[in-house]
């Protein structure tokens, strides 16, 4: 199995822009995590997904911020519009009996 | 509402001498604990956990963990440290049971071991 895949691994925009943060979880994992890391906050838990369904946005720190599991391989993260403190590590994990994490994108909005 | 502490920044130890790195919680219910590492540019790597039973847990890479109820804590140990265990630490917790299937993790300490 390939793990958690991640795209893009690093992500550089402009501030306003856009930004999609992609994931695929795990064959078979029913649980999808979405979280970030800052030096300032550690890692933060935004969102997670039990079977597709959001279960938990409480994490989610403003409504420039949107996720979405059309399917159970797929799930993304968007920002718009992106602001500087944006920027930061942004994790994916999925779980069925133990967590996994995706190598992360690194987002830098400038 | 559930939460993790790790008291320290880092911890410095030299090649060779055990380590110590620390983690209390703070549930209600009985906790799920765990341990993951990060090396530089990577995610997060699982090292081991408790659930229940032995309060002594051993995991990946020699690493193995202490679970005390009374104290609530969950510190991270290995008898004799490598210069490649440098990395991030993450201490996290998650409850029993119930709707909540978060993972809350702590701060963080960064393990840096001199040769």
């Known amino acids: 199995d390939a793990g958690v895949i991640q795209s893009p691994r690093h992500e550089v925009t402009e501030m306003g822009q856009e930004v999609t943060l992609r994931c695929k979880p795990i064959?078979?994992?029913?649980?999808l995590f979405w979280y970030r890391q800052t030096m300032m906050r550690g890692l933060e838990l935004l969102i997670y997904?039990?079977?597709?369904?959001?279960?938990?946005d409480s994490g989610m720190p403003e409504d420039r911020f949107s996720a979405k599991m059309p399917n159970a391989s797929f799930s993304t993260l968007k920002i718009q519009p992106s602001e500087p403190r944006d920027s930061a590590v942004y994790f994916c994990?999925?779980?069925?009996?133990?967590?996994?994490f995706g190598s992360g994108t690194r987002l830098t909005v400038v | 509402a559930q939460s993790v502490a790790q008291p320290e920044d880092q911890v410095n130890v030299a090649e060779g001498n055990p380590l110590t790195v620390k983690c209390t919680y703070s549930?209600?219910?009985?906790?799920?604990l765990f341990w993951y590492v990060q090396y530089p540019n990577r995610g997060l790597q699982f090292l081991l956990k408790?659930?229940?039973?032995?309060?002594l847990v051993k995991g990946s890479y020699g690493f193995e963990a202490e679970f005390n109820k009374s104290q609530t804590s969950f510190h991270l140990k290995k008898p004799s440290a490598l210069v490649s265990d440098s990395a991030l630490y993450f201490c996290?917790?998650?409850?029993?049971?119930?709707?909540?299937?978060?993972?809350?993790f702590g701060t963080g300490t960064l393990l840096a071991v001199q040769p």
């Open positions: 064959s078979g994992h029913n649980s």
């Open positions: 408790y659930i229940t039973g032995d309060n």
């Open positions: 549930v209600s219910g009985n906790p799920y």
């Open positions: 994990a999925s779980r069925e009996y133990g967590y996994t």
């Open positions: 996290a917790v998650k409850t029993e049971g119930g709707a909540t299937n978060k993972l809350i």
């Open positions: 997904f039990n079977n597709n369904v959001p279960i938990d």
